[in-house]
């Protein structure tokens, strides 16, 4: 009885929010690869967020599917899907506020991110020109691998259009904080909810570090050394249990739409929203100057807390302090980060 009264009252909530909503907050969402294993469950999510009032669904194939059976959520905003022939993508992306990008394969067991890179790369070009032309002001969450080099793609794709603002363009780490917090939790029997552990770098492997250290805690030896493992290989566990059948998408749905409400809430006015993002270091003056991050040693993209506002990034959070160990695992981070940015961009230039 009681978890039926909750449940009701989730929904409930949900209603009640949905009609508070007012025109002058009206905001469109559009999702890139929304027929895949993550685009499914977090288009899904994003119908049941009420900050969102206009879902757009694009897919090579099978979003009108996908749309046409979430649209039947009884929640206040209107979905369409799109395919590559009728409206397509530039009418799927014209008004959009934000653009999240899930489409692109996925890894099978043995892969790192950045054997994705071949087939991605392209993929990510070819939305990010359309995204450029359709809706160059929007918010471009970016979560196809490697983010590492999907990010600058998109960055070259935007600058070669003239119209690139590096405070509109994420690379969604949200996955390794949300990894980082849970593991933890299961170590410290804490509430995961609570838990909120600052992650930096990239997303893939040895380039996501956890900083354990600025939460308070301290792990030593064969922990602490499963604990990294697991924050940074996370992803490993979901491919091999999925046993070629993809990587994680409900998790990493979950993720994408908690970023894109935090981007609703900060645009929406509230201040003091903070997510981990990768993103363009030193977009912000003066903030560079406070935290130049990496981008004198040419890590010209990385992976830090950042506060969200209405023009997207507000301010980048300096990385703070961290303990010898955890100093020792950045190092490691940016020597391949540095080399997984300028892949992305060689790339692009070759093949814009
Ligand atoms: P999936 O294969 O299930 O879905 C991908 C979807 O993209 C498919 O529906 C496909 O038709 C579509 N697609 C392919 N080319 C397209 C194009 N040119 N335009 C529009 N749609 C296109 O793959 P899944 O599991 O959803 O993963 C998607 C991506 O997300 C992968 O690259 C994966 O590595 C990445 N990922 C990122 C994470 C992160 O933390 N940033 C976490 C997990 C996965």
Not at 298 to 317: M, R, W
Request: proline residues 5%; aromatic residues 6%.
């Amino acid at each position: 009885f009681a978890a039926r009264q909750a449940s009701q009252s989730v929904f409930g909530a949900v209603q009640r929010r949905t009609f508070s909503a007012t025109a002058s907050n009206a905001t469109k969402v559009a999702v890139l690869g929304a027929a895949g294993g993550i685009g499914q469950p977090l288009s899904l999510l994003l119908k049941l967020n009420p900050r969102v009032t206009e879902l757009a669904l694009y897919d090579i194939k099978g979003a009108p599917g996908v749309a046409a059976d979430i649209s039947h959520i009884n929640t206040k905003s209107t979905v369409k899907g799109y395919e590559p022939s009728g409206a397509g993508i530039k009418e799927c992306l014209t008004g959009a506020e934000i653009v999240l990008i899930p489409a692109g394969v996925p890894r099978k067991p043995g892969m790192t991110r950045d054997d994705l890179f071949n087939t991605n790369a392209s993929i990510v070009r070819d939305l990010a020109k359309a995204a450029a032309d359709a809706c160059p002001e929007a918010n471009i969450l970016v979560i196809a691998n490697p983010v590492n080099s999907t990010v600058p793609i998109t960055a070259e794709v935007f600058k070669s259009k003239g119209v690139y603002n590096p405070k509109r363009l994420f690379g969604v780490t949200t996955l390794d904080v949300v990894r980082a917090s849970r593991f933890i939790s299961q170590l410290k029997s804490t509430d995961p909810a609570t838990e909120n552990i600052t992650v930096v770098g990239g997303h893939s492997g040895a380039t996501i570090v956890p900083l354990l250290s600025q939460a308070g805690y301290t792990l030593e030896g064969a922990e602490r050394d499963e604990y990294i493992k697991r924050v940074q290989f996370g992803g490993d566990e979901v491919v091999q249990a999925k046993g070629g059948a993809g990587s994680a998408t409900l998790s990493m749905a979950m993720a994408g739409a908690r970023f894109a409400e935090s981007l609703l809430k900060a645009a929406q006015g509230q201040s003091g929203v903070v997510e981990p993002t990768y993103g363009q270091s030193g977009v912000v003056e003066p903030t560079y100057v406070d935290s130049p991050l990496y981008k004198d040693q040419g890590v010209t993209y990385f992976a830090s807390q950042v506060e969200l506002g209405p023009n997207g990034v507000e301010k980048i959070h300096p990385v703070g302090d961290m303990s010898e160990f955890e100093q020792g695992l950045l190092d490691v981070c940016l020597k391949d980060l540095k080399s997984n940015i300028e892949k992305g961009e060689k790339w692009v230039k070759e093949n814009m």
